[in-house]
C-alpha cells in the first residue's frame, strides 16, 4: 500500500505486524487467569501502540528520504499506522480461530 515505494518502510511494517502477530499468539497460549488475561491485554496494547506509532515513524522518515512532499509523508505515514493497527485486530481474529 504505498510502501513499495519505499523499502525501509516496508520491511517495517512486516517486521513490525510479524511481532504484533507474534505477541497476539503468545498471549492466546499464556495462563488464562483472569489478572494474567487482563495483564496480557494491556502489554499488547502497549505493543501495538508503539509497533504502529514505530512503522509511522520509519516511513515518515524513509519519506522524507525519498523526497515526498510533507502532505505525501503525513498521508503514507497515517495509512501504515491504519494498516499496522489493522493487522493486529487481524492477528487477534486468527489467533482467536476467527
Known amino acids: 500500500m504505498g510502501t513499495s515505494r519505499i523499502p525501509v518502510a516496508g520491511d517495517a511494517v512486516g517486521w ?3 511481532d504484533i502477530q507474534g505477541a497476539v499468539v503468545e498471549h492466546y ?3 488464562s ?3 494474567a488475561s487482563d495483564e496480557a491485554r494491556r502489554e499488547l496494547e502497549k505493543q501495538r501502540e508503539t509497533g504502529a506509532q514505530a512503522v509511522k515513524a520509519a516511513t515518515q522518515t524513509a519519506g522524507r528520504e ?3 512532499t510533507e502532505d ?3 498521508t503514507l505515514g497515517d495509512a501504515v499506522y ?3 493497527n489493522l493487522d493486529y485486530s487481524d492477528g487477534r481474529s486468527r489467533a482467536r480461530g476467527l
Open 82 to 84: 491504519h494498516q499496522a
Open 16 to 18: 513490525v505486524v510479524e
Open 66 to 68: 525519498a523526497g515526498l
Open 29 to 31: 497460549t499464556r495462563d
Open 72 to 74: 505525501q509523508i503525513s
Open 33 to 35: 487467569s483472569d489478572e
